[in-house]
């Protein structure tokens, strides 16, 4: 089944643009299917929130727990935001993408962020190795897991777009198969990132309306993620309602509610 769904997945990559948005729990995956989308991506932020924990302090287990029941909830592709690979060092992000690609999943993305506020962003001859050994974990396993770079220099003030095509594409010849520069907003710089890697296809994460899909589209993106932005917007609605309730002592917020009825005919099985 994992590699069926990775065949799905790895097609959908060939041509045009998809959107592939990042639902946090079961039920938003099954919703996001029952939309119509064709693959779905994880978001370790809006999985973190909803088990009480900021972002990037999840335990392993907890996640390759989350990973599977992801993967079990719909019949589409899943693709996985593991993080660094939950190891500084190349040898342990080999023994995690090992356990990874046993849940089901049919993508995963390693990026380069150490969370070192002195120096965020790994040196690249070792980030190039733990993409490197991701890429020979998942061609050992058989299971055709389609392994994403990601180079997180636009989160931490490192906008150079000639370094972002420098170690993307040390990336790519590493073995990752879809690049990505979360934080790239400037239309005319997405452009020339695609240009660049071709043609190795381009994720491009859109967490507010900076661009439509296709406009996207138009510039040679394959791929459009929405990070942790639905699970922010559900929050922004639950902080809002909660917060009316506890500093008003009113509940106009819940008539906007959608109603049991709904969802249960959603989640019904």
Known sequence: MSAERSNVFRALHRSGCFVIPNPWDRGSARVLEQLGFKALATTSSGFAWSTGHADYQVPLEEVLTHLRGMAQSV????????????????????????????????????????????????????????????????????????????????????????????????????????????????KG???????????????????????????????????????GALARTAWAGFLAAAAEIAEKGTFTALNRAASGGELNKRFAR
Do not use: Q, W
């Open 189 to 227: 710089d997405i452009a020339t990132l695609v240009k660049a890697v071709a043609p190795k296809p381009v994720n491009v994460v859109v967490s507010t309306d900076f661009a439509t899909l296709a406009e996207l589209t138009d510039i040679g993106v394959r791929r459009i993620s929405v990070g």
């Open 75 to 186: 019949s589409i592709p899943i693709s996985a935001d593991f993080e660094g690979g939950y190891a500084p060092e190349a040898d342990g992000v080999a023994v995690n993408v090992a356990a990874a690609v046993k849940t089901g999943i049919a993508g995963l993305s390693i990026e380069d962020s150490t969370h070192d506020k002195e120096k965020p962003i790994y040196e690249m001859s070792r980030a190039v190795d733990r993409i490197r050994a991701a890429r020979a974990v998942i061609d050992a396993s058989g299971t055709g897991v389609l392994l994403t770079g990601r180079y997180e220099g636009f989160l931490v003030g490192r906008t150079d777009v000639a370094e972002a095509i420098r170690r993307l594409t040390a990336y790519g010849e590493a073995g990752a198969e879809c690049l990505y520069a979360p934080g790239m907003r400037d």
